[in-house]
Nanobody
């Protein structure tokens, strides 16, 4: 059974930082591209970032480029997202997901339960 367990969210002031982690189990983590997606209250899911199997290819949404950094440790079956220079607009539930190849990039496969990030003074 695929399991993705996110952690590291919390309440942070604007300009602050957080590091999200996602521990994967139930599948061969190193064989899959992975992604972070987020959903703010009342809004659609937003694709944040994805990373290929070995970390050599990375994509960021324009809204987070230059502030967020995705990484992975295949030996630890863990995906990370470093969030810097956080803004109130980054407030959302953050989910890690298996990234499924599509004709024009990636789509979201199995997702975890999410970790809440709240940016507020």
């Amino acid at each position: 059974e695929v399991q993705l367990v996110e952690s590291g969210g919390g309440l942070v002031q604007p300009g602050g930082s957080l590091r999200l982690s996602c521990l994967a189990s139930g599948f061969t983590f190193s064989n899959y591209a992975m992604a972070w997606v987020r959903q703010a209250p009342g809004k659609r899911f937003e694709w944040v970032s994805n990373i290929n199997k070995d970390g050599g290819s990375i994509y960021y949404a324009d809204s987070v480029k230059g502030r967020f950094t995705i990484s992975r440790d295949n030996a630890k079956n863990t995906l990370y997202l470093q969030l810097n220079s956080l803004e109130p607009e980054d407030t959302a539930m953050y989910y890690c997901a298996i990234a499924i190849p599509t004709s024009d990039g990636y789509g979201s496969g199995s997702r975890g339960q999410g970790t809440q990030v709240t940016v507020s003074s």
